[in-house]
Structures are given as C-alpha cells and as structure tokens.
C-alpha cells in the first residue's frame, strides 16, 4: 500500500483540510499520514478562530512519518505564516517524489486564510512541486488578472512547475461547464465537467488536491491523475450529504466510487 502525507491545518468540522485529505486518501485506497500545521474551530458557515502549532513540533510530525514510512508523495495545504513555510520548505527540497501543492491563501468567498508577509515566502516553495492548484481568486494575487491573457500566461508559465487553475465556469450551447487549466510546458491542458449549482463545496480545494496526490502515488501521470481528481470531486459534490447551515461538505465515500 502506498503511503502519502498530508502537511496542512485542521478543520473541526471534518469537511476540509486534513480531515478532507484522509477521506480522500482513504477512498483511493491509499494509506494516509498527516502533519498539522494549524487548528481550526471552524463549521460550515466559517472559520472562527485559528490557532498556529509550534514550529519545531511541526518538523517532528513530519520527520517522523519519514523516519518510519516509505511515503509515496506528498499534498501540502494550509501553511499559514511565514515560519511554517521556510521550516516545511527545508524539507520538501531534498524529496524525490511527488508533491501536489495546493497554496491554500484565499478562501472560494476571498477570505484571507495566510498571514500578509508569508504570500513571497510561499512563492519559493513551487519550485519544489510536481503542481499547484490555486483557485481562480489565489491565481489572481499569483499571477494577475486575466483580463491581460497574454501577460497572465506568461506569469504562469514561468512558474517552476505545472500550475493547475481550478473552476473557470464557462457557459457551452446553454449548459454550464467547470473547467480546470493545466498550465505545464507552454501547453495548456482542459480539464472539464458539468457545473453543479451546490452550496456543497466546503473542502473541495483540499479534496481535489489530494486526490492528485493519492493518483500520483499510484502511478498515474500528472494529466491522468487530475482527469482522476476532476471525476471524483465531481461525483463527492453530486452526493453530498448536505449538512450543516451553511457550505457543506462533500461525500468522499461516494467520490470514489467514480474511479
């Protein structure tokens, strides 16, 4: 069995973070570890407080899944300030596999979720990645706005590793459609589905990346593991339980049985 490791926050509500990223591994039938880097007491209708896990304490959950676990790849989410970074950066650049960063800074309703002076230090972690998946309000801030295409292109492209943008709704014969755009090599690479109308997205950021990274582990290319990615997150939304007040999570049980 394949081992991944999950570096992010905790959500106390189990929809996102690493509660999302173990479901998530466990649906694809991978062995999944985890090193948390905040907690959260959040629910569905948002986060309430944040609380930073010392550093040095962070570099031991993770030098101890190393020490004990062949690890396969590795999903990076929520790292919070700047401290996190550099320390969770110093071990990410001797790693010979797979490492799916999800830049977790800007919330789907733009709600800051990183300290102001960590956005440059996060930049320096890319060139350790195999991709990153920000939303379209994270490659915004990354690479600035689409409305100049070319000058965006060529800030993404010149980024030191694929960069997956996620759910850019586009509008097909009527139907709305979600596409993802994989940035990687001067090509650019679609990834689609039907559009949901949900209020149940809370955790699909997370859940998508670490899907990525449990097909990654598998085997699977970067084009293969995404098209993988894209049919779960698109079949745990579809069956989503629907709970709580607010964004609810989504069912990762039922996500896997895409795939």
Do not use: W
């Not at 979600?178 to 109308?197: K, V």
């Amino acid at each position: 069995m394949q081992v991944v490791l999950t570096i992010a926050g905790s959500d106390s509500s189990g929809g996102a973070g690493i509660q999302a990223d173990l479901k998530t591994f466990e649906a694809f039938g991978v062995f999944g570890a985890s090193a948390i880097t905040v907690l959260t007491a959040q629910n569905t209708t948002g986060v309430r407080s944040i609380q930073e896990i010392p550093v040095s304490f962070i570099k031991e959950q993770i030098e101890a899944v190393f020490e004990d676990f062949d690890v396969a790849a590795v999903k990076v989410g929520m790292l919070y300030s700047k401290e996190i970074i550099e320390a969770v950066g110093n071990i990410l650049q001797g790693l010979q596999i797979p490492i799916v960063f999800d830049p977790v800074f800007i919330s789907k309703v733009g709600s800051p979720l990183l300290q102001d002076d960590a956005v440059e230090a996060m930049k320096k972690l890319f060139k350790y990645a195999t991709v990153i998946t920000p939303n379209m309000y994270e490659s915004q801030q990354l690479f600035g706005s689409r409305e100049n295409e070319a000058k965006f292109k060529e800030a993404v492209f010149n980024t030191p590793c694929a960069v997956l943008v996620k759910h850019k709704i586009v509008v097909e014969n009527g139907t709305k459609k979600s596409y993802d755009e994989l940035f990687e090599n001067g090509e650019i690479t679609r990834f689609e589905s039907q559009m949901l109308e949900s209020t149940n997205l809370h955790g699909t950021g997370c859940s998508y990346s670490s899907a990525i990274a449990a097909n990654l582990a598998l085997g699977n290319s970067l084009h293969e593991a995404i098209k993988i990615a894209k049919s779960f997150i698109y079949n745990a939304i579809k069956n989503a339980p629907n709970l709580g007040n607010g964004a609810g999570p989504v069912s990762h049980k039922e996500g896997g049985l895409c795939c």
